[in-house]
């Protein structure tokens, strides 16, 4: 461009020919913007401090040294009306967590379910799995959550009428209670023989494996594992004369003694988050199942593959490529979703740390942060492993 | 002709039959239930809670009556309510005409409800102004409050979106850096912490004696939450593009901006309307959580009902839980319907 002549007339002012210049207006541009987000965030900040110092609040995260003083109803670790917030944070932390992976686990089983039931040569299934994706994927989560926790689970009995399911599990307005396991002397030794059971097994079928890989032969070890992962630990538990009690949980007048007990909400919100999730992912499961060509299936069937052998080993493992960044994003949604737990308030990082302890201290800018920070790690490290997952399972270049 | 069919697609085998007879019970037993409880033994007349007491009563459809009106309007005032109705039948009566392809004035229609609407809206809303008695916001509630947020999440997103989504396919890296930190913090934390943020954070980012509306603050934040997950939609609606139309409207000699409004944003804004479609049905549910900041949408009103002790019965909470998620199901439903249909549309003419 520089070197076409121009005559002197045509020639703008140096400004006026700066700005017209593509790099020039480029770094201008980015100045301009970069300039607009750091005068609002310096406009905030001082807000913010301003504020602070008017209402008194000491900024910073010294109040997670300070003592909570308030009661959770379910922890997975230490934690006593005594605890500092510091530990109210974990308790909130784990419970999440908890939440998280049981409904990752149960909502991975039940959509894939439901996706592959959608696409079965049995009309009824088909249309009853589409009927279930339809109804579930367009009302509310938190009106599921509620029609479970206030609907269903709340409505149950008073602990004196418990219902009994049968020997030692009861179900009342207060949860579900199961007999404790209470292990003797001696179980230590059952669940290292239960352990290495399993070891055993996963070594023994990569040998099957890499067998079947060399000679084309296949040996059968199910035999082999069911003996080492249920029969060892069985003959070895009755041979140290069963050293395992069960606490039974009685239900008295006002409440249920013994067993353990699971609350309400972590039901409820598992419940829902699972079913909810689970009309998504069935519907990611069928687009993948959906874009493996039809070529295989009928090439499969032309090998003498039976239907299920088919869709284990031809069609998932090829539909896995499309369904995994799909499922990942459901997964997050469902651990960003489990927040909703403050609304029935099961005392999860939000309910306990967002909810109790920012009511409390006031420390809305430390504590938000913070919680913020947390979600968006779990993000941001999902996304990440998932990615280097995919870009293992992509196809290898076919040039 | 019934048994063949019957044969090849429910009894092929007996694993096929014992799913399908599996299927049958699992649909008498829940038809058969929904039936029971919401027809045979639900309660249809009544004026307060001593209806819906008898045992085994199923629902109880006298409290819906009753309080049907605070499901749509919330507390607005009954003397005002015509605003509202009015503004239903601006909006229904300008979107549907602007969801048909081919009809004449389309575009008008949508201009319509893009600009001049939503001020009416307003107007007619909050009154104070033109004779209409003003209404303070803690009034709204119900259905209202619910289309309200949802819409003005997605009217405001969609240009927010676009620019960020635009801004992250720029060749400019700080401009790229502020949209990529921007998209991603928005995506990675759960709504409802952006709602508690609009709630408790907000005010102390405002000067002092500036203060916000609580609505509108949760307006605030659901557009810019929203706008995040837009921007994503935008952007794979520009990926899609064939280089092509780029580098040929940059030989046309077009500007980047002329580029972008003339060439690039209509085809593929039209390439993503399932997914914004979609994007708003996520929205539109989504606008319950509002109710755990203390705003009352559909959801929120009737789990303020539940409060009434005229209506306390063992139904009250299943009926009113009924009726939401009807109401949510008919919307998300026939927007999902539309996208899909759309979806289809775009399909054929891509292939073309």
């Known amino acids: ?48 401090l301003e504020n602070l110092a008017r209402q008194n609040i000491a900024s910073g995260f010294g109040f997670l040294d300070e003592n909570a003083g308030f009661g959770v109803n379910q922890t997975l ?134 067998h079947l890989l060399r000679t084309g032969q296949v040996r059968k070890i199910w035999l082999i594992g069911l003996g080492l992962i249920v029969g060892l630990p069985l003959a070895l538990y009755f041979v140290l004369g069963q050293p395992l009690g069960l606490d039974m949980p009685q239900a008295s007048r006002f409440n249920v003694k013994g067993g353990v007990r699971i609350i309400p909400e972590l039901i409820a919100l598992v419940l829902a988050l699972t079913t909810y999730t689970a009309s998504f992912i069935a519907e990611i499961v069928r687009a993948g199942i959906l874009s493996v060509p039809k070529g295989q299936s009928e090439a499969a069937a032309a090998l003498g593959l039976p239907n299920g052998l088919t869709l284990r080993k031809i069609i998932i493992p090829q539909a896995m490529r499309v369904i995994i960044p799909p499922l990942t994003s459901q997964y997050l949604n469902l651990t960003k979703n489990s927040s909703l737990a403050v609304a029935i308030a099961y005392p999860d990082l939000v309910s306990v740390f967002a909810g109790t302890t920012l009511n409390q201290t006031g420390q809305a800018v430390e504590i938000l942060g913070l919680t913020m ?20 399972m992509a196809i290898r270049g076919r040039s | 002709m019934m048994l063949n069919w019957m044969r090849a697609n429910l009894f092929s085998s007996w694993g096929n039959s014992l799913l399908t007879l599996i299927s049958l019970w699992l649909v008498w037993v829940i038809g058969s239930g929904i039936v029971e409880w919401a027809l045979i033994d639900a309660i249809f007349t009544g004026d307060n809670r001593e209806a819906c007491l008898v045992p085994g009563a199923g629902a109880c459809w006298p409290y819906v009556g009753a309080k049907w009106n605070q499901f749509i309007y919330g507390r607005y005032p009954l003397e005002s309510q015509w605003r509202v109705d009015l503004i239903f039948a601006m909006g229904a009566g300008a979107l549907i005409p602007s969801m048909i392809e081919g009809m004449r004035g389309r575009r008008w229609f949508v201009l319509f409800l893009l600009l001049p609407f939503p001020v009416i809206t307003y107007v007619l809303l909050t009154g104070g102004m033109f004779g209409l008695a003003e209404i303070s916001s803690d009034l709204w509630g119900g259905l209202v409050v ?74 605030i934040g659901v557009a810019l939450f929203s706008s995040a997950y837009m921007a994503e939609v935008v952007r794979g609606g520009l990926q899609a593009l064939p280089k092509g139309q780029t580098e040929g409207a940059q030989a046309l000699g077009l500007s980047y901006w002329q580029s972008m409004r003339l060439i690039i944003l209509p085809q593929a804004l039209r390439l993503v309307i399932p997914g914004i479609v979609n994007t708003f049905i ?32 063992p139904q009250t909470h299943n009926t009113g839980y009924v009726v939401a998620a009807f109401i949510f199901w008919i919307f998300c439903f026939a927007m999902s319907r539309y996208s899909q249909r759309m979806e289809k549309r775009l399909d054929v003419t891509g292939e073309r």
């Not at chain 1, 530990?87 to 998280?100: E, I």
């Not at chain 1, 001696?186 to 399993?198: E, K, M, Q, S, T």
């Not at chain 1, 979600?375 to 870009?391: D, E, P, V």
């Not at chain 2, 539109?284 to 203390?294: A, Q, R, W």
């Open chain 1, 77 to 210: 670790v230490d934690y006593d009306a005594g605890s500092t917030y510091g530990q109210a944070f974990w308790v909130g932390l784990t419970n999440t967590l908890l939440v998280a992976v049981l409904g990752v686990f149960l909502t991975t089983l039940l959509g894939f379910a439901v996706g592959i039931g959608r696409l079965s040569s049995n009309w009824l299934v088909a249309k009853l799995c589409a009927a279930y994706v339809e109804t579930l994927r367009n009302i509310p989560l938190l009106l599921q959550i509620f029609f479970w926790y206030f609907g269903v689970l709340k409505a149950l009995p008073h602990p004196r009428d418990s219902i009994a399911l049968g020997e030692g599990f009861l179900v009342n307005i207060r949860g579900v209670y199961f007999p404790r396991a209470v292990g003797e002397e001696g179980i230590a030794i059952v669940l290292f023989a239960l352990l290495a059971g399993i070891v055993a097994t996963i070594v023994l079928s990569r040998a099957a494996a890499r």
């Open chain 1, 1 to 48: 461009m520089s070197d076409t002549p121009l005559s002197k007339s045509d020639q703008p002012g140096t400004i006026a020919r700066l700005l017209r210049d593509g790099q020039v207006r480029a770094v201008l541009a980015q100045l301009f913007v970069v300039g607009i987000v750091v005068l609002l965030g310096w406009i905030g900040i001082s807000n913010v």
């Open chain 2, 146 to 219: 619910t289309l309200i947020v949802a819409v003005t999440g997605i009217v405001a997103s969609l240009p927010l979106g676009i620019l960020l989504a635009l801004g992250r396919q720029s060749d400019l890296p700080l401009i790229k850096a502020i949209c990529v930190v921007f998209i991603e913090f928005w995506r990675g934390v759960p709504l409802i912490t952006v709602l508690f943020m609009a709630s408790v954070m907000l005010p102390l980012f405002l000067p002092d004696g500036v203060v916000i509306d609580k609505l509108l603050r949760c307006l």
């Open chain 1, 373 to 392: 920070t947390v979600y968006l790690l779990l993000s941001l490290s999902t996304a990440g492993f998932m990615n280097w997952f995919n870009s293992r």
């Open chain 2, 282 to 313: 996520g929205l539109f549910k989504d606008t319950t959580l509002v109710l755990i900041i203390g705003l009352f949408d559909l959801l929120g009103i009737i789990q303020l009902t539940f409060t009434d002790a005229g209506w306390s019965t």
